[in-house]
Each structure stands twice: as structure tokens, then as C-alpha cells.
């Protein structure tokens, strides 16, 4: 219901983003990373970087490139990041009597999908762990893919509706700089 997506928009905005910051120093940022200058340094910096990046070049070597949606990741079962059929493994809230548990996909690039964390520590999983701190339980699909723009996201909302049974009460996508980087691609070649 549309008080649903009110809430839950509430929660990302007002809960979540203010603690993803991966380069901060404090006890609730995702990763900390001392004395950060870039985005690159801060990944290097990172403690669990290093195995993550060994796990990622695994999967990605195993990927392919669908006319449909474009990258196409396959599964992988490793300590720091695990992805099966599309959904990358996520922070869960304990199951129970509770009548208000919502499902939730969320669609988005690289930065949906954690580029650089640990499944635990994924925007998915810092939203479902916040909601349930405050009451409301969230059973998210990361459907994150690195490099997706909102086009691809679109598509693979529609391949999962057509071809599953399951739906989710909210979807959410999280989108923008990939978008950004394909406009300015077009502009730099004259296109329009």
C-alpha cells in the first residue's frame, strides 16, 4: 500500500543514508577507513578488500553479456559475497509471528550491489538491519548488478515478474550515476 512505500522511503532517507558513508572512521559506518582521499584508496584500505576482490574477480570472470539486460552475473558461494540467481545474499530479520514483514527488491548498480563489502554490510543489509531495529522487518533481494542503468533495471524487474511466482511488496530502485555516465557518453559523441 502506498503507506507501505512512504515508510519505507521514510527509513532510507532518514535511518540508512545518513550511516553509508564506507569512508568514515566511526563505529557505524559500513567499512572503516582511516585518512581516505578516493573512492579507490578507500577500497584498498579496506581490511577485507583484498580476499572481497579476489571473490569478485571470480564471479566476474564467469560473467556474461545478454543482448536483454547486458551483464549477466554468475552464482558464487564465498565468504564475503554470495549471489544466487540474480540476488545477492543480504542481511535477514529473524523469521516470526510477525504480521508486518514486507518483501523488498531493490534494482541498482554497483553501488546497490556492494561493490568493495561484504554481504552484511550492503545497503540492503543496512536498511533491513535499521528497520528491524525500529520494528518494521524487511525481507530484501539485492538485485544489484554493477554497471546497470535504470533501463536494465527495468528489464530485469520484468524478466523476474514473467518467470517467478513470488512478488515483492516494494520495489525500490537506486539509481543515477550510471544514467548520468551514459548521457555524458552520448553528449561526448555528438549524439543527442
Not at 550511516?19 to 579496506?46: I, M
Not at 583484498?50 to 545478454?66: F, I, K, R, V
Not at 531493490?106 to 531495529?133: C, H, K, N, P, W
Not at 511466482?165 to 551514459?182: E, K, S, T
Amino acid at each position: 500500500s502506498g503507506a507501505v512505500a512512504v515508510a519505507l522511503v521514510a527509513i532510507a532517507a532518514v535511518w540508512v543514508a545518513p550511516r553509508l558513508n564506507p569512508f568514515t572512521t566511526e563505529p557505524g559506518g559500513l567499512a572503516v577507513v582511516a585518512a581516505a582521499t578516493s573512492a579507490d584508496e578507500a577500497l584498498r584500505n579496506n581490511p577485507d578488500y583484498a580476499a572481497w576482490n579476489e571473490e569478485y574477480q571470480e564471479m566476474m570472470s564467469g560473467a556474461t553479456l545478454s543482448q536483454y539486460v547486458g551483464l549477466e552475473l554468475p552464482d558464487i558461494d564465498g565468504e564475503l559475497m554470495n549471489e544466487l540467481d540474480g540476488v545477492r545474499k543480504s542481511w535477514q530479520p529473524e523469521r516470526g509471528d510477525c504480521a508486518s514483514t514486507f518483501d523488498v527488491w531493490m534494482f541498482g548498480g554497483s553501488t546497490l550491489f556492494g561493490v568493495g563489502q561484504r554481504d552484511d554490510a550492503t545497503i540492503s543489509s543496512a536498511l533491513a538491519r535499521l528497520a528491524d531495529e525500529h520494528g518494521v522487518r524487511l525481507r530484501i533481494q539485492n538485485r544489484g548488478i554493477p554497471g546497470d542503468a535504470a533501463w536494465q533495471e527495468l528489464r530485469r524487474l520484468q524478466r523476474v515478474m514473467t518467470t517467478s511466482p513470488d512478488r515483492p511488496d516494494l520495489v525500490i530502485f537506486y539509481d543515477g550515476f550510471n544514467d548520468w555516465l551514459a548521457v555524458q557518453n552520448v553528449l561526448e559523441r555528438g549524439g543527442d
